[in-house]
C-alpha cells in the first residue's frame, strides 16, 4: 500500500507576497490612507450664495460709516450777472481725496473683517468661496456707495446754494471720485483669505512613493 499523500507545509510568505497595495484614492472607511476632503459642490455653491449675500449686506454699515466718517467739501453759493454760480470755497483743500481714501480704508477694513469670519466660520478654502467673497465685497462696495450718496448732502447743489443762501458755505453731494476704490473690499478679503488658508488651513495628504510598503518602506527585494 502506498502512503497516503500529504500537501506540502506552507511555505514562509516572502517580503514580495507580504506587500500589499495601498487603497485607490478616495477610498472610504477607517484607516485609510485617503479620504475625500471637504463638502460637495452643492454645498459648496450654497454656502457660496450665503457668503455673498452676507457680505454684500455689510455694505449698508459701510455706507454708513463712509457717510459718517468722510470729510466735508465746502462750497459757496453767489449771485453773478443775475445768475447763481456754486464753487469750493477751499480750492488747495484735499477733502475730495479725503472722501475716497476713507471709501478705500474702510473697504479694506471690511474686507479683512468678513475674511477672517468667513475662514473661522469654514476653516477652508476653495473656488466657490473666493469667488464668494469677491463678488460679495463688490456688492457690498457698490451698496455702500450708492447709501453713502443717498445719506449725505442733496445732489442739486444749485438749489441747495439757493436754499442756504448767497456767500453761505454748504457741504457738497458725497461723490466718489476714484472708482478704484470699489475694488478695495473684494482686494483686501481675497488677499487675506488667501494668507489664513496657506497658514492655517488643512494640509493636503502626502501620497507614498511608489512600490511603498503598508507602512510607507519600500519591500525588499
Not at 87 to 100: C, N, P, R
Request: net charge neutral; aromatic share 8%.
Amino acid at each position: 500500500m502506498t502512503a497516503p499523500l500529504t500537501p506540502p507545509p506552507p511555505s514562509d510568505p516572502s517580503p514580495h507576497q507580504a506587500w500589499q497595495a495601498p487603497p485607490p484614492y478616495g477610498a472610504g472607511g477607517p484607516g485609510s490612507l485617503y479620504e475625500q476632503d471637504g463638502p460637495g459642490m452643492k454645498t459648496e455653491l450654497r454656502e457660496a450664495a450665503v457668503i455673498t449675500v452676507a457680505v454684500a449686506l455689510g455694505g449698508l454699515l459701510l455706507g454708513v460709516l463712509w457717510w459718517w466718517l468722510a470729510p466735508h467739501v465746502p462750497l459757496v453759493g453767489d449771485v453773478v450777472e443775475k445768475r447763481w454760480i456754486v464753487y469750493v470755497k477751499d480750492t488747495e483743500g484735499e477733502q475730495a481725496v479725503g472722501v475716497d481714501g476713507t471709501f478705500a480704508l474702510l473697504g479694506l477694513a471690511f474686507g479683512v473683517v468678513s475674511a477672517v469670519v468667513v475662514f473661522l466660520l469654514r476653516r477652508r478654502g476653495g473656488v466657490p468661496l473666493v469667488v464668494a467673497l469677491g463678488v460679495g465685497g463688490l456688492l457690498g462696495s457698490l451698496l455702500a456707495w450708492r447709501v453713502g450718496v443717498w445719506l449725505g448732502p442733496a445732489q442739486d447743489v444749485l438749489a441747495h446754494a439757493k436754499s442756504v443762501g448767497k456767500g453761505v458755505t454748504f457741504s457738497a453731494p458725497l461723490k466718489l471720485g476714484a472708482k478704484g476704490a470699489l475694488l478695495a473690499w473684494s482686494l483686501g478679503a481675497l488677499l487675506v483669505h488667501l494668507g489664513l488658508t496657506g497658514l492655517f488651513g488643512p494640509r493636503d495628504p502626502e501620497l507614498p512613493a511608489y512600490g511603498a510598503g503598508p507602512y510607507g518602506a519600500k519591500p525588499s527585494a
